[in-house]
């Protein structure tokens, strides 16, 4: 073919997540799916192992996770589903075939809305949303006396509920396959049906990456990459893959169908296998599990069970005039929001001045202990109950803000209340200009030079008595109260 020119290219992106489900029993059998950190090959059974006559039983919450996911990700769910056997021989999956679906996947015809910077929101086709279980996982080794490598099989794996998420063929850049991935993975944490780490390998990606001349509608051939375990990862394979490709066709060459592997020390991605087809895996009906039919009353009984999802969040912060930076931050995950939300109600006075007053103590106090624990929101002892009480405090001029702080900090220790820390510690707040005008004098009095330049008309000079009559008073000097005896005793 003639060359053509990197920029003349558009690229077609298509995603297939795998995420496993936080079901507590796997897929088939009754197991643990609570193997992490387990010795391998404890948590298994006939089931699981592929034994020859044993009978797989369907997981009904691993059922009802699908069905949740497919209507957060505005998908149809069928009303028959059934499972097959995809037969193919590897060493992580002893019996020879996997539990998926092939014809008749349990969600299809969806879409997610991708929001990259600079360009309008898109929706992103899915095709389709289907359970599958996992397979084994392989350790390689090698023998430190004779250098030869080996691999191990740890069965502990397999069975685990896996759902498998099918894009449409609809990204057109790596940035929105990003966008994507971060959007499917929040929602998945928010409804509450799986973990979603890259990094543990509980949300995986494979991404099928072809090139075109822009304004053609048919498509190049597509290569698939795999072993991406990061977001970054995802986003650089396809960049590599871009230019990769780019320079084939601009050579003259052709891509050929096949699987490749991201090398994320290299920065590159390389051949694997030529890629298979659906007809090489040999589908057939899964003959030991019954089809699966979903009625209306069922989808709904489930749809009801979905809480309003981070969109739709961040929508209706927005409209409650926090800016898109805190309507993006506090929607993120469900965790921040439930517990915004529940300071919201907690506080008195109409919801967009409560929205304002708890963004500021969920972004600021609650945030900060958030981010040195590691741990939810939910786990605060600090409730939202007790830290709306701690702002009717600072709002009522009982406290400072300054002193609020420290407040929460002792709250967030011991799950007292706001005024049992206060009464315990003496920390009310010094309001009258007699108990402060003591403090005020000595301030003034030690900062000769600071007088001097206040009263040549630097403003800025009276920051340094105001901060060495807070530090004197711990904070719980009202600090109009000793603006307006700092200015009365500089003119004296």
Not at 177 to 187: F, G, K, S
Request: glycine share 8%; aromatic share 6%; net charge negative.
């Amino acid at each position: 073919m003639a060359a053509v020119a990197a920029t003349d290219f558009e690229t077609v992106i298509g995603l297939e997540v795998h995420c496993q489900l936080i079901t507590k029993s796997k897929m088939f059998c009754g197991c643990s799916t609570d193997y992490s950190g387990a010795a391998p090959n404890t948590h298994v059974c006939p089931v699981c192992l592929g034994m020859p006559g044993v009978l797989p039983v369907i997981n009904e919450q691993a059922i009802r996770f699908i069905v949740e996911t497919g209507l957060a990700l505005n998908c149809r769910i069928s009303s028959f589903s059934k499972f097959d056997r995809k037969n193919y021989h590897y060493p992580d999956l002893m019996k020879g075939y996997q539990i998926s679906q092939y014809d008749l996947p349990v969600c299809v015809d969806g879409w997610l809305e991708v929001h990259v910077e600079g360009a309008a929101p898109r929706r992103i086709g899915i095709t389709r949303v289907h359970m599958e279980e996992d397979t084994a996982r392989l350790l390689h080794r090698t023998d430190p006396a004779t250098g030869e490598g080996y691999s191990l099989v740890d069965v502990n794996r397999s069975g685990t509920p896996l759902m498998e998420i099918v894009s449409e063929p609809d990204m057109r850049s790596a940035a929105e396959a990003r966008d994507y991935l971060v959007r499917l993975r929040q929602i998945l944490r928010y409804i509450g049906v799986s973990d979603a780490n890259m990094e543990e390998g509980n949300f995986r990606c494979d991404a099928n990456i072809s090139l075109r001349p822009r304004g053609r509608a048919d498509f190049g051939s597509k290569v698939e990459v795999k072993n991406m375990n990061s977001f970054r990862a995802v986003h650089d394979a396809i960049i590599f893959e871009e230019k990769r490709q780019a320079a084939v066709l601009n050579a003259g060459g052709s891509i050929p169908q096949e699987t490749r592997g991201w090398i994320d020390e290299r920065g590159e991605t390389v051949s694997q296998r030529s890629k298979e087809d659906a007809n090489d895996y040999r589908y057939f009906p899964e003959p030991d599990l019954p089809p699966l039919t979903f009625t209306e009353p069922y989808v709904e009984s489930v749809r009801a069970l979905l809480p309003q999802l981070p969109e739709a969040r961040r929508q209706g912060l927005l409209a409650l005039g926090l800016s898109e930076h805190e309507a993006s931050t506090l929607s993120e995950t469900r965790d921040r929001a439930d517990y915004f939300d529940a300071l919201v109600a907690a506080l008195p006075g109409d919801r967009p001045r409560g929205a304002r007053v708890a963004a500021n103590w969920v972004l600021g106090e609650a945030g900060r202990w958030a981010n040195a624990t590691g741990e939810p929101l939910s786990a605060l002892r600090a409730t939202p109950a007790r830290v709306a009480e701690l702002a009717g405090l600072v709002e009522a001029g009982t406290i400072t803000a300054a002193v609020a702080k420290d407040v929460f900090e002792q709250m967030a220790r011991t799950g007292e209340s706001a005024a049992a820390v206060v009464q315990a510690g003496g920390l009310a707040q010094i309001s009258g200009a007699g108990e402060l005008e003591g403090y005020v004098r000595d301030a003034i009095a030690a900062n000769p030079k600071a007088v001097a330049d206040y009263r040549a008309g630097k403003e800025a000079a009276l920051n340094s008595f105001f901060g060495q009559v807070m530090k004197a008073t711990s904070g719980r000097a009202n600090p109009e109260t000793v603006r307006e005896l700092l200015r009365a005793g500089l003119k004296e």
